[in-house]
Every structure is written in structure tokens, then in C-alpha cells.
């Protein structure tokens, strides 16, 4: 994702017992026949030491055969000795059997169905967005984003701490459980981690933007750890350890970017975070758009993403506890109201589904431009 290879959840071939050591091989009877016939079946590594030995392998993989950059998915066939497990690479496989008919046996769709948030949905998006990370597209408007807001830094709070945007900021803040460590993307002047501090929550603030002039303000000094980091908040996302924070949370920031880039923030949101999600959605008419691209000269651009927000699915083991529409503010420049769409959600389990039946896997058709690299892999 973005400039990094991410390895996806391993599959484990499950032989039936008793199967002889020298016939538990990846032979083609095996992997296809055997397989399709139901005598071998898949099941998710459930195993925290052995996950991110291979998944640790398949990235190596990968960049080894040459495929970073360069090739959008990789399937990466392994066996693991069990007496010292150590991870042997049998195969890798740039074209993995992926979008296939409902119902097929190769186990490639149910690593994406099951375990990849957003799923088929967001795959694809989240290639596009990487393929212009690497090339650079959306880095162009970062200067201009970031000397705006540096220009507005010094009267933000005064004009926008009343607007209904941040009261309802402030209602999630008291509403939900945000306890140990939250990343906070597009964290700006620091509101979120001055509510929770306000709050008493036990929360320990990390915070992500791209204007040094905002970041400066006292609220953000006070409430989370320094430095911040300054940079694109993709860019920090996208090679961010899993399971790195408790919460992850950006409001008021996802219109910066376009459907496939936010499809893509929003699927590596739930990568990274252990307890919950929240991000909120400008809602932004036509007539916005359309006024705002005139305003900004071509400098920057604004999207309307609620279409991604609306559409991603809940991932598995996750559960949605907030999808409300809110009015936020009147733009002052363009005089004109802004809608919005809040959204969170929350961890319902911690583990994948050990084994899924493989007639429930799902089909997505989608056409989209040529697009680089993601590395999957199952063991």
C-alpha cells in the first residue's frame, strides 16, 4: 500500500488427519484436485508468532521477485518446518485467482472476503490510490493545502469551535470510549485530544496533519505526544505496523483526497487500529465543488466522499455503532451550507472466522485503470 507491500491474513491448507509427513506437500493433486474435492480444506493462521513469520516472508518474498514496485498482487505459497519453523517459499504467483465465480475453491477470494477490511470493495480502490502515491499525483496540492491552513492557524478555533461540526466532535468524545492510545489524523489545532483531556479519558494522543502552523497551537502541545508528525496522513498510515493503536479517528479531513485515495485510508484505518474507527464525511453539493474548484484556481481540490463511506462494507469482526447525517457549517467563502455523515466502528471480535463454507464467497465486477501492488499470500 502506498510505496510498502502489505502481506494479507495466511491460509493454512489443513490436510486430514493422520496424512503422512511426506505426503503433505503442495503437489497439483493437492492444491487443486483434493482441494475442490473438500478432502483438504483452508483455515485462517491463527497462531500470532507463526502469522507474522509468514506474513513477514511473504513481503520478502515479493520485493524478491522483483515485484515491488512494479506488480499489484502476489500469491505467496510457503511450508513451514514444524520442528524449527522456519518459513520455505515455494512459489510466487503475480497472479493470483482473485474475482473469481462465486463458489470457486482456490481460497484466494476468501483471504480478500474475510480478512481484508472493506473486501473486494476496497482492493482495487485502494491499487489505484497506490499506484498515484508513487507517482506523485496528489503530492502536488500538499504545498498549497498546507500554506492555507498555516495562513488560517492563527483565528481557526475562534471561527469554527462554535459550528455544529465540532459540538458533535465533542459529543463523541464524552459518548464513546476512546482509552489508551488514539491516532488522530488530520488532527489539526488538537480538538479532539483537548476534549478527551477536558474528559479525564485515559487516552494517549497521537497526531498526524500536514500544517506545521496548526499543529503548533497550545491545545496540541498540551494534550498529545511531541512531536507530531508532519506529513500527508496516508503516507503515515500506509507503513504503520497492524494493530499499532487502540483507536483511530479522522473528522474533518477525508474531503482532501478522492474516492479511490479515501477508500484506501479508510480500509488501512481498520488495519491499524485494535478497538474502533471514526472518521466523519463531508457531504459537499455540486454546486460546492463546482465553486470551490473556481475559488482554489486548480491549487486544491475538495471530493465528495459519502458514497465511499456509505458503501464500505463492515468488516468481519467489526460492528457499526454510529452512521448519522449532520448539518456542520456554512462556508464563509462560498456561502454555502455543508452537510456531513459521521461514522464508527467498534471491534466485535478479535479473531477471523478460523474456517468459512466457500459457497458464501462473494463476487465483485469492477473495471479500473492500471494499477500496482498489493502482496497477499496464504501458507
Known sequence: MGHEPVALSPLEYVFPKNTPSEHAFLTFENKF?????????????????????VQKAAVEAFRSAGMSPGGAWALVDMRIETATNRVYVLEVNPFPCIFCPIGNTFGDDLVIEKTFPGSHFAILDILVASHRIQHGVPATQYPTIATIHDRISTYYDKTSRSEPLERKIAENATSFDWTGSVLDLGCGTGYLGELLHAAGSASEMIGVDLSPGMTAAASVKKSYQQPVTIEPIQDFIFRGAEGSYDHVACYSTLHFFDNPTCTAIIARMFMLAR???????????????E??????????????????????PTPTGWKRVQDEDRYLYRSIHLRSDVHGRFFRFERDSQEVPVSVPLE????????VEWVRYLAGQRT
Open 291 to 312: 465553486e470551490f474548484s473556481m475559488y482554489a484556481d486548480g491549487r486544491w481540490s475538495n471530493w465528495n466522499n459519502t458514497c465511499v463511506g456509505s458503501r464500505f
Open 360 to 367: 458464501k464467497l462473494s463476487l465483485w465486477n469492477r473495471c
Open 33 to 53: 484436485k483434493n482441494v475442490d474435492k473438500g478432502i483438504i480444506q483452508y483455515a485462517f493462521t491463527t497462531n500470532a508468532k507463526r502469522k507474522a513469520a
Open 275 to 289: 478497538k474502533s474507527v471514526s472518521f466523519e464525511i463531508d457531504d459537499l453539493n455540486p454546486k460546492y465543488l
